[in-house]
Antibody, heavy 116, light 110 residues
Framework: EVQLVESGGGLVQPGGSLRLSCAAS????????MAWVRQAPGKGLEWVAN????????YYVDSVKGRFTISRDTANNLLYLQMDSLRAEDTAVYYC?????????WGQGALVTVSS | QSVLTQPPSASGTPGQRVTISCSGR????????VNWYQQLPGTAPKLLIY???QRPSGVPDRLSGSKAGTSAFLAISGLQSEDEADYYC???????????FGGGTKLTVL
């Protein structure tokens, strides 16, 4: 059974940093693109970033470029999202999701709140 | 606003057929295949349709997807109360080099 479990969410002040993790199991992690998708309170879904199987290709939505970094640890089946220079508008539930097809499986989400 | 345009709401009575549209442009829907997701309140999204019209195992065949030009459509026939949810379309955009979602459609079963 495919499982994606996010961790690392919480309350952070504007300008602060946070790192989300996603533990993957039940499939060959190294064979799939992975992605982060977020959902602000009461709003729709927004793709944040994705990463190729070997980590050599990455894409980001414009609003997070230069502030967020997606990475993966294939040996331990972990996906990461390093979030720096956080802003109030980054407040959202962050979901880890598997590709092929995009959004085939989702984690339960991790809430990130950026507030002073 | 979203790159993909969906109606904010749709409704139908039990047993009816409803269709939700998703309008894009040549760089996204016009060039790539579309996925559809269902999101129940307080839960993660669930993949309903991929590659315009393919259903993952476990998704009933009363749900169907199609694409014409730069628009995509999700049809739900034999509407049931458990279909009441938010529905989102998504597609890769070649110009933006990223996935784009529609704004979502809230489906109400009257």
């Amino acid at each position: 059974e495919v499982q994606l479990v996010e961790s690392g969410g919480g309350l952070v002040q504007p300008g602060g940093s946070l790192r989300l993790s996603c533990a993957a199991s039940g499939f060959t992690f190294s064979s799939y693109w992975m992605a982060w998708v977020r959902q602000a309170p009461g709003k729709g879904l927004e793709w944040v970033a994705n990463i190729m199987q070997d980590g050599n290709e990455k894409y980001y939505v414009d609003s997070v470029k230069g502030r967020f970094t997606i990475s993966r640890d294939t040996a331990n089946n972990l996906l990461y999202l390093q979030m720096d220079s956080l802003r109030a508008e980054d407040t959202a539930v962050y979901y880890c999701t598997r590709d092929n097809p995009f959004g085939a499986y989702w984690g339960q989400g991790a809430l990130v709140t950026v507030s002073s | 606003q979203s790159v993909l345009t969906q109606p904010p709401s749709a409704s139908g009575t039990p047993g009816q057929r409803v269709t939700i549209s998703c309008s894009g442009r040549s760089s996204n829907i016009g060039s790539n295949t579309v996925n559809w997701y269902q999101q129940l309140p307080g839960t993660a999204p669930k993949l309903l349709i991929y590659s315009n019209s393919q259903r993952p195992s476990g998704v009933p065949d009363r749900l169907s997807g199609s694409k014409a030009g730069t628009s995509a459509f999700l049809a739900i026939s034999g509407l049931q109360s458990e279909d009441e949810a938010d529905y989102y379309c998504a597609v890769w955009d070649d110009s933006l080099k990223g996935w784009v979602f529609g704004g979502g459609t809230k489906l109400t079963v009257l």
